[in-house]
């Protein structure tokens, strides 16, 4: 917990970081910190923390368009993005974290460090420089690196290719830099006193720069220079377990202050902060089907990690005659089915309410029949009255009851569909253990039992043991060799479940009392490894398999959108791996041809490839954006191929030339 109130404590350190340190020598008043004075251990968290907001709003928008998440409706411009009709104002939030409040600070630590020999500083910033970029070419295909926080009012931007080899390069200067001693002078701070996600702990992010690579690498696995072999040499100086993946810890803690560029706690989780402060995000079913095995070819048994990764609600809770919850079950959440359903056109997924007193509702339906199957599914129940001449159907829904306030019938079932919300202390938690949603004050019905991923202490993982297993195991699959792309596929499932039980075991020594947070029987955990919802041996093992692994293990990494793009979704036309999505297909609502606008679906241009510029760059630096690619604020900007996701480089210029 000192790591994160280090940063709330120089909070007054903000006003004097800057992109250049000449910019605030005019500011000399010794009572106030200006940028010459701030030392690279107080600039390290800050850029550790807004990094990390830029990540976990690049996960969640990403997993949007991916299809492991949805919202409601009407919940804003991130509703469209499960739609696959996105907006520009999507793009905000993710550039200014990164631009504006991180990686602004990078170059100014940098050279503080060069000054005292503060390496690790040095190699920390390199690091993030990386993965901050690379996150934005993954996102928005070109941007300004080169010539960014020069002072300059129209910065040049740099192609995909360019962008990818100086986020390689900025790895290999990190590295450099952690081999070398620091100097033992009484100014070089040590990179424990600033370091949020490693503790100072060097070899960890020598470890992490390796496993960067190798993630990077993975990235070009379309192009004729992808090199398997380099990938498994990197991978050896990579985290070799759970013990070396690189985390960030969140706490949930009353008077927590907030992050300037978006009002959100800053000590909770950033995935928190994007998916589950509200109560307007949905799973899907197509994630949901991943972990019940019910796609296609599923072997429709249980993972266990299913209570952890979905949250639960209370059904059939029964009254004592003061009113208070005497009994109840849990229901978990089934899923939106986005793929064939149309019903977030007509209203849905609407909230689940608590009946606090009885609440009666009146249904009017025009078609016999289904006001009839209605009445029928009703009644078991809830006192029913049916009404055939005014065509209505009344449902009383006693104190205690979860029902939907819409009139219209068919949302009386929404009820299926549980929010990810979880309450921390700065939205109505009752306490730093206590993070059930609640919906209404004073009683304890709980709507939502929050996720392992996405509640306001959960850990942000950046990169993990289990996800370097998995690039081994597609590598290996790549190669042609089955056994060791087994192997490592089985570590990498038993990493996962490793890595969950760790964070599960310290929510229960914390005191929780929600079963989701509780660890997972290990006995369940041997009979899923041993069973049929894993493959046994490496005849049986397919790419799909070792993707829909990986896909688990990641959470709402950006890495799983990345990975979709690597094989074009389900389109099945890249290597010889088959549909390695099943199932998944463009959502039943998308009607946005005109930015989405492939007509097959072996074509690129069929499924969302990227995101449109930031209105920051579209306001102040338009003409270096409109030169960047030919289809910079059009449109048909959303499926146009980064570089990496191309098979050429002359077919990544062709696109934008």
Not at 308 to 325: C, E, H, T
Request: glycine fraction near 6%.
């Amino acid at each position: 917990m000192k790591k994160l109130l280090y940063i709330i404590s120089g909070l007054i350190f903000l006003a004097g970081i800057s992109a250049c340190d000449d910019f605030l020598d005019v500011n000399s008043d010794q009572d106030f910190a200006t940028s010459d004075k701030t030392t690279v251990d107080l600039r390290l968290p800050w850029i550790q923390n807004y990094y990390a907001y830029a990540w976990g709003t690049a996960g969640m928008r990403a997993n949007t368009v991916g299809g492991l998440l949805t919202q409601t409706f009407a919940s804003g411009n991130n509703s469209f993005l499960a739609a696959w009709d996105p907006m520009q104002a999507s793009c905000t939030t993710i550039y200014q974290n990164w631009y504006i409040a991180s990686a602004v600070n990078i170059g100014p630590m940098i050279e503080k460090a060069e000054a005292t020999g503060a390496y690790h500083y040095i190699g920390a910033g390199y690091c993030i420089l990386a993965m901050g970029f690379m996150m934005m070419l993954d996102l928005h295909g070109e941007l300004p690196i080169q010539e960014a926080f020069k002072f300059k009012t129209d910065p040049a931007y740099d192609d995909g290719k360019t962008m990818y080899e100086l986020c390689m390069d900025y790895l290999d200067k990190a590295i450099e830099n952690f081999n070398k001693p620091q100097a033992t002078g009484p100014d070089t701070k040590l990179l424990s006193r600033g370091d949020l996600w490693n503790n100072g702990d060097v070899s960890k992010w020598l470890k992490l720069c390796h496993g960067l690579k190798a993630r990077y690498m993975l990235r070009l696995s379309k192009k004729a220079e992808f090199n398997g072999d380099a990938i498994l040499a990197v991978l050896a100086n990579a985290p070799q377990s759970n013990s070396d993946n690189t985390i960030m810890k969140h706490f949930n803690v009353q008077g927590d202050q907030t992050n300037f560029t978006v009002a959100d706690p800053y000590q909770t989780n950033v995935l928190w902060n994007t998916v589950s402060y509200g109560a307007t995000v949905r799973l899907t079913k197509w994630y949901i089907n991943m972990l019940t095995n019910n796609f296609t070819g599923g072997s429709g048994v249980m993972d266990p990690r299913m209570s952890k990764l979905v949250p639960a609600m209370m059904k059939n809770v029964k009254l004592d005659a003061s009113g208070q919850i005497a009994s109840y079950e849990w229901a978990r959440d089934v899923g939106v089915d986005m793929l064939e359903s149309d019903m977030r056109l007509v209203g849905g997924p609407v909230a689940t309410i608590f009946a606090t007193t009885d609440q009666t509702i009146t249904y009017t339906i025009a078609d016999d029949a289904a006001r009839a199957a209605f009445y029928a599914s009703m009644s078991p129940n809830h006192t029913t009255t049916l009404d055939n001449v005014a065509r209505t159907v009344r449902v009383v829904y006693k104190r205690g009851s979860a029902y939907c306030n819409s009139t219209d019938y068919r949302r009386a079932g929404d009820t299926m569909y549980v929010s990810t919300r979880a309450n921390s202390m700065t939205t109505s938690g009752r306490s730093t253990t206590d993070m059930y949603y609640y919906p209404a004050a004073g009683f304890n019905y709980v709507a939502g039992t929050g996720t392992f991923y996405t509640r306001p202490n959960s850990d942000t993982d950046f990169l993990t043991y289990a996800e370097m297993c998995f690039i081994k195991a597609e590598v290996y699959f790549r190669k042609g060799d089955a056994a060791n792309a087994h192997t490592a596929y089985l570590a990498g499932i038993q990493a996962h479940f490793d890595r969950m039980q760790i964070r599960l075991n310290q929510w229960r020594a914390e005191g929780t009392v929600n079963p989701d947070e509780m660890p997972m029987d290990p006995v369940e955990i041997a009979a899923y490894m041993s069973g049929p919802a894993v493959c046994q041996t490496p005849a049986t093992l397919t790419m799909a398999e070792i993707m829909r692994q990986k896909t688990i293990a990641m959470g709402f990494d950006l890495e799983v959108w990345n990975d979709m793009r690597r094989f074009n979704y389900s389109a099945g036309n890249i290597g010889n791996f088959g549909n390695v999505y099943p199932d998944y297909k463009r959502p039943r609502e998308f009607t946005a041809v005109h930015k989405i606008t492939g007509t097959s679906p072996t074509a690129l241009n069929y499924w969302p490839r990227r995101f449109s510029q930031s209105p920051h760059e579209s306001n102040y630096n338009l003409t270096q954006l409109l030169a960047s690619n030919k289809m910079a604020m059009t449109d048909p900007i959303w499926s146009c191929p980064v570089w990496w996701d191309c098979a050429t480089d002359q077919e990544y210029y062709s696109y934008i030339r």
